[in-house]
């Protein structure tokens, strides 16, 4: 297990992490080719929504929302046995790949966010705690429900809550240099990106 201020400190330097798998990446192969990868955090303080994220966020407003101890079961299963259908190269395999066996504790406490539908449930992200800050790691939602914008939407969630509770910085994974399908990731406000030489730098920055 590693400690909260731990837990910053790795995601200052570019650390992510899979359950207990701790991982570092510059560069990522898709089906167009190799690109470079950059991992991504908001500023929880500077951040304020899109008018389109807003949008998105009065569009969801029937949904029910609660936040408990990451401990995925069978509807979360076939949740992301639904998501992973969207997928036709690089297909997870299984929700334990991202969240190792005991998601709430190794490596840190992690928190799921559990999106329902009246009493059906359409989406479900994961978010791991530090003491500054928190890192999403995994989100999964029904396709059925995909005009919904329910990624960008847990999202914006979990950004609230991240507020919410005093956290600084928000980790939102990682994008691409090159556009790609993690493009979606760059359009939000206070954005920065590790430069692998030990400074985040604001996205506007970036330059191809």
Request: glycine share 8%; charged share 25%; proline share 5%.
């Amino acid at each position: 297990m590693v400690g909260p201020e731990g837990m910053d400190d790795f995601w200052e330097r570019g650390w992510r992490h899979f359950g207990p798998e701790f991982f570092r990446a510059s560069l990522m192969n898709d089906e167009t080719g190799l690109k470079r990868q950059i991992p991504l955090r908001i500023d929880v303080v500077d951040f304020e929504q899109s008018k389109s994220q807003r949008r998105t966020f009065r569009r969801n407003a029937d949904l029910n929302l609660s936040f408990d101890g990451a401990e995925p079961g069978e509807a979360e299963c076939e949740l992301f046995e639904a998501h992973r259908a969207r997928f036709s190269s690089n297909v997870p395999d299984r929700l334990e790949e991202f969240l190792g066996p005991y998601p709430n504790g190794l490596p840190c406490r992690c928190l799921q966010l559990s999106v329902r539908l009246g009493e059906r449930l359409v989406a479900a992200s994961f978010l791991a705690l530090g003491r500054r800050a928190c890192s999403s790691i995994y989100a999964v939602f029904d396709p059925e429900y995909s005009r919904r914008r329910l990624g960008v939407f847990t999202m914006l969630a979990e950004l609230a809550f991240a507020k919410e509770n005093g956290f600084q910085y928000y980790y939102s994974g990682y994008a691409t240099v090159e556009s790609s399908c993690y493009d979606y990731k760059k359009m939000f406000a206070a954005l920065y990106y590790y430069d692998w030489e030990g400074s985040w730098l604001p996205v506007k920055e970036l330059r191809a």
